[in-house]
């Protein structure tokens, strides 16, 4: 089994920036993908950014793509989700999860954190 603890969320302004963190632990070496998803109230939760746990491709929704950078930190056995210039739709809780595929529907992903809570409000 693998463990997944997200940290890093929190309040920020529009226009602001937060880290988020996913920390894996237990049988890390089963480890293919690793994605970061988000489930605002009243919606379904959506795919934001995955990458192989190997490095060696990255993939993000459209819509994230240049705002968001999803990133491996091989030290933590972690991988971070930078966000920058938030809105206010960026407004849901974040979860980290993994799979043995690339693959987008929440519903093809393994095991999953807690969430973390990220508000961008003014």
């Known amino acids: 089994q693998v463990q997944l603890v997200e940290s890093g969320g929190g309040m920020v302004q529009p226009g602001g920036s937060l880290r988020l963190s996913c920390a894996a632990s237990?049988?890390?070496?089963?480890?293919?993908?690793i994605a970061w998803f988000r489930q605002a109230p009243g919606k379904e939760r959506e795919f934001v950014a995955g990458?192989?746990?190997?490095?060696?491709?990255?993939y993000y929704v459209d819509r994230m793509k240049g705002r968001f950078t999803i990133s491996r930190d091989y030290n933590k056995n972690a991988v971070d989700l930078q966000m920058n210039s938030l809105e206010s739709e960026d407004t849901a809780v974040y979860y980290c999860?993994?799979?043995?595929?690339?693959?987008?529907?929440?519903?093809?992903?393994?095991?999953w954190g807690q969430g973390t809570q990220v508000t961008v409000s003014s």
């Open positions: 237990g049988s890390i070496s089963s480890i293919h993908v």
């Open positions: 990458m192989q746990w190997s490095g060696t491709s990255v």
């Open positions: 999860a993994t799979s043995r595929f690339v693959r987008y529907a929440p519903g093809d992903y393994d095991y």
